[in-house]
């Protein structure tokens, strides 16, 4: 992962920590169609190949641009820059799923290496970002088969 792209998940990340209570979105249905689950996948690589701190923000729902900033696009853009730099785009992007409850789908995703689950609200019939939850140190992913045997994988005592 390069320093600039790495530099920008930390501090999304740093920014998205402050806004794990903006959950509860608007619209969208419980189940989502394929049509919404293509959109989410859509946005979720869009914001993270952003290559400006102005497309970083128009990705984001308006809930995580109060806590990013204030609100208004231009102090997002502002904070974007003075965490990041004005230029930070991920090299691989991988949505590995992505599931719907309560109006919002939830994205989980391998950002440069990375595991994060993601969380989508749809506003004027566009999914945005308005949430990040970072994967790791939560133990393994359940997804994710055991080590092989000779890995040093020790199969617990019986």
């Excluded at 320093?3 to 740093?14: H, R, T």
């Excluded at 820059?81 to 090299?91: F, L, P, T, Y």
Aim: aromatic share 8%; hydrophobic share 35%; with cysteine.
């Amino acid at each position: 992962m390069t320093a600039p792209g790495k530099k920008k998940f930390q501090a999304i990340l740093s920014l998205a920590i402050l806004s794990l209570a903006v959950l509860a979105g608007c619209g969208g249905g419980d189940d989502g169609t394929s049509d919404d689950e293509a959109a989410v996948k859509t946005s979720m690589v869009e914001w993270a190949k952003a290559e400006t701190p102005a497309e970083t923000c128009a990705h984001m729902a308006s809930g995580f641009l109060f806590f990013v900033g204030d609100g208004d696009p231009d102090k997002c853009k502002d904070r974007v820059v003075k965490v990041i730099g004005k230029k930070g785009a991920a090299n691989d992007v991988e949505v590995h799923s992505v599931a719907f409850e309560d109006g919002q789908a939830k994205a989980n995703a391998t950002v440069d290496g990375q595991k994060f689950d993601f969380w989508f609200i749809e506003q004027d019939g566009e999914w945005l970002l308005n949430s990040i939850g970072l994967r790791q140190g939560k133990g393994p992913d359940p997804d994710d088969p055991p080590p092989a045997p000779d890995e040093g994988y020790q199969a617990p005592p019986q």
